[in-house]
């Protein structure tokens, strides 16, 4: 199954909710306004993390991390970033090439990615890929959605792939956490987040790179989510930064 082509009016649509919801559309430009400052020398320059908005848009779950380090690593996560091209910029793989532009040196990604690619479509573009399951779904996510997130996850295993050609020998790759009825409209989407982690999951163990996936679904709760239905609040970038620290710390 082939993304969808962005058409100019979507793309004006998507730009228009950047600015009513930055949080997870920061459109082009916007996407590094709207995220925590780029770290791109840090004390430790081995470690970069990549991603999306779960990190960027207040940057606590790295801060929570610095903490537990003792220092700051490299940062590029970009609110509103898919894993390849999109409306906003730079994309992950994108985020990857400028890092390595920077410092050729990276060892050790932190990353996630993958969620706007189905979030995007599903609240900008009418769910064209049947994402959410309505409640006479009875729980059973459609095939068009498995199709399409099966397509992410090629996405996903070339770009973790590609790192480990660039050097990258360990990758703590954060899946999910279940989304909620909120100011986004994100809901519905428990069975698309069940399948995208799995299949993200794959990815990250059936690349070349020692890859862990941390899945936050356990530990993250409704509470922990903002009123937009989509971000973690301080508790529960406090939660995710736990889990990921469990993983990083031993490879360090």
Known sequence: MKKLQVSGRARLLLLSLAVSAPAVLAGCGLGQLMSAPWIPDADND???FLGDSIFALSGDIQKAIHIEAGGTFRNYTTSGAELEGGVITPSIRGQF????SANPNSRIVVMDGGGNDILIPTIALADPYDCKTQWYEF??????????IDDIY???ADLLNDMAASGVTDIVYL???YTKAGLLGADDLDE???YGDQILATACSNSVVDCSFVDPRPVVTNADVKSDGVHPTTSGSNKIAGLIWAEL????
């Open 249 to 252: 710390e031993p490879r360090l």
């Open 175 to 177: 899946g999910y956490y």
């Open 46 to 48: 081995n470690v970069v």
């Open 139 to 148: 729980g059973r996510l459609s095939q068009s959605c498995r199709d399409y």
């Open 97 to 100: 090439e400028l890092a390595e």
């Open 154 to 156: 090629v996405d996903g």
């Open 192 to 194: 698309a987040v069940d």
